[in-house]
């Protein structure tokens, strides 16, 4: 029975343990972005903090539509690769 290994040492890495880095690494990826290039000149183009603050709520509607874009996007995939694959 196949373990789903990459090798039949002890110390080697499953391929179920490889997705789950890639795809925690690109989390951090997306989420460092959105930070860096959304959220921080968004708040930083205001002085008050009420301003601040509506901007940050304002931004995290970006960063929701963001996860829509991407959670049908890897449904197409999944609907396709089951379709066609």
């Known amino acids: ?5 990459l090798s039949d040492n002890a ?6 343990d490889i997705t789950y880095l890639v795809a925690g690494v690109c989390g951090a990826a997306g989420i460092a972005a959105f930070v860096g ?7 930083g183009a205001y002085q008050r903090t ?3 603050l509506v901007a940050t709520a ?13 959670l049908v996007g890897a449904a197409g995939v999944v609907w396709v690769w089951g379709r066609y694959g």
């Open 1 to 5: 029975m196949p373990s789903g290994r």
């Open 11 to 16: 110390g080697s890495v499953s391929r179920l």
């Open 37 to 43: 290039l959304i959220l921080v000149p968004a708040v």
């Open 50 to 52: 009420w301003q601040r």
């Open 58 to 70: 304002l931004s995290l509607y970006v960063l929701a539509a963001m996860l829509g874009v991407g």
